[in-house]
């Protein structure tokens, strides 16, 4: 029995220096040896998998391959050495890759920090050496966006025949997002392009007694994923427009002039002291030069 486990520990330390030999001898193909080398970018969101397709010339048999991560950090991910596929190896992806029979590496579940550079290092039967080089972007889903709705009216109790309306989409601060808009209901979905405003998070409209059941939605995606919102704006239109409520436009009318009034009252007062303690000043200082002179130091 002990003979035998004597035997086994002999094979796996004799295999392991092996699979280092083996990896010092990839590395070395790569420095010395002329390959071709492909570059590509993979987009996948945080949570899913991703495959990373190991692709090579047609007649290209792999003996040996290895994968590796190049940044942000660089680390062994995966190798292929004599008909054994291996990834038990020290880095951010243990236990979360595979390594397919094609040699393609699977990813997952990803990660935000997931992102950057990898790379496949392959040898075939004849020593030819063969890199294929990979970028990897891991976005974050896409959220559902709100929607918020202003309106610009005259604020009377008469009956509302149109209606302007500003529409304000919002979603949280993530990367590569981009705003669009739809109107529902329509033959034609799309806006005018000089109603957006603020890359088209707002989008501004103009409604009649017509466009009651009209609604908008804001769409928001970024490379990988898309969510929207919709909303009917001439509700809030009726809303806004009740006896007693005041519209958007009056608050606007209201609050800009009476702040703009007390930055100047502000302004002018820190003026007036200025002119006030710059008088005292020299004041002070013409008294005190009359009474120096008045009694000289004998």
């Known amino acids: 029995m002990c003979w035998i486990l004597v035997v086994e520990g002999v094979r796996l330390l004799l295999r392991r220096r092996m699979a280092t030999c083996f990896l010092w001898n990839l590395l070395l193909w790569e420095a010395l040896i002329p390959m071709a080398v492909i570059g ?78 990898f790379s496949v290092l392959m040898v075939d039967t004849g020593g030819r050496a063969w890199t294929q080089t990979l970028q990897l972007k891991v976005y974050d889903a896409v959220p559902r966006p709100t929607v918020q709705v202003f309106i610009a009216v005259a604020g009377d109790a008469e009956p509302l025949k149109t209606c302007q309306a500003f529409l304000s989409c919002w979603a949280p601060n993530i990367s590569d997002i981009t705003y669009s808009w739809r109107r529902e209901g329509t033959v034609d979905f799309g806006v005018e392009p000089q109603s957006l ?22 769409i928001v995606s970024n490379p990988v994923s898309w969510d929207l919102a919709t909303v009917t704006p001439w509700e809030s239109c009726h809303h806004e427009a009740a006896p007693g409520d005041a519209s958007y436009k009056d608050m606007l009318l209201v609050v800009v002039p009476i702040s703009l009034l007390l930055f100047l009252v502000g302004l002018f007062f820190a003026w007036h002291c200025g002119l006030c303690s710059g008088k005292k000043k020299r004041d002070a200082c013409t008294d005190r030069v009359a009474a120096e002179t008045e009694n000289p130091l004998v």
């Open 197 to 218: 405003f603020t890359d088209g998070q707002v989008l501004s409209v103009s409604l009649g007694l017509g466009d009651k059941d009209v609604a908008y939605s804001c």
């Open 40 to 117: 590509a970018q993979v987009l996948s969101k945080v949570g899913d998998s991703v495959l990373l397709v190991a692709e090579h010339p047609p007649g290209f048999q792999v003996r040996e391959a290895i994968w590796r991560s190049l940044w942000p950090s660089e680390e062994l991910l995966a190798t292929f050495f004599r008909g054994s596929l291996e990834t038990l190896y020290h880095s951010r992806f243990l236990g979360r890759a595979q390594l397919h029979s094609n040699l393609s590496l699977e990813l997952g579940p990803l990660q935000s920090r997931d992102s950057g550079n």
